[in-house]
């Protein structure tokens, strides 16, 4: 496994697979990986003959008042863990090389960015979107994998595939917990140990929403109410949102009636985490 930080380096190798016939698989991440992560790599492994796994905390994606400067980062760590995954290459750039002197385009989107976390987030996904976006003209994989975890940013980029003609696969992967249910997070190192007892709300107010469904309600206000009571038990918690929308457009749904995403993002302490249920 090759551990390159330019974009010609990452371009020559991707050209000679090409030129061999071979198919590539990108994962895109921001490191400090866990088996979430592993997760979408082990999956591009089995349906690929190259994989690439991007390790990038892109600058643009954060917020003035976000955790740019703590979000952890272990490049050692990552690069082994991605070998003994059968990764072919980390791409690891500085943000000097993703985003040049007089750097000044950008890959936006309405409607879907303006629910959930691109309320509390406003720059958020026109980060994701230009930061994906290079990945895909770099690297030119055939196929890119993302997590179910971060719910909306992987509706935003199928959508953003469709909309501007990417010919790129784009593979969704079910979320990976802890046994506790706690949705795996590079962001859980943040926690306090009271802190990762009381993020467990989070997974338990999913867990309240998928047996009311169960049950055959189909209220996005009983749902949600039933999340918020149980999620305001929690001293430590506090929400920054819990809805019910449409699984495509993200746009807020009355009653489940299509397929729907049930999302929340909580404030656990200073740390903001998401977890979320699709509704099929
Ligand atoms: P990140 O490094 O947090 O930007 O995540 C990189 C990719 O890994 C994204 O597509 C995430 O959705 C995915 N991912 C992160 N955590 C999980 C998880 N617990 N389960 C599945 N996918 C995950």
Redesign the pocket.
Known sequence: MEIVSSVSEVRDRVKEWKREGLSVGLV????YLHE??G??ITAARGQNDKVVVSIFVNPMQFGPTEDLASYPRDLDKDSAFCKALGADLIFHPEPEEMYHEGFSSYVDMSVLTEELCGLSRPVHFRGVCTVVTKLFHIVTPDRAY?????AQ?LAVIKHMVDDLNMDIEIVG????REEDGL????RNTYLSDKEREAALVLSRSIQKAQELIDAGETSADVIVDAMTALINREPLAKIDYVKVVDALTMQQIKTIDRSALVAIAVYIGKTRLIDNLHVK
């Open positions: 895109p991440t921001m490191g979430g992560h997760s979408l993302f997590g179910e975890k971060d940013q992967c079910p979320i990976v949705a795996k997070s590079s």
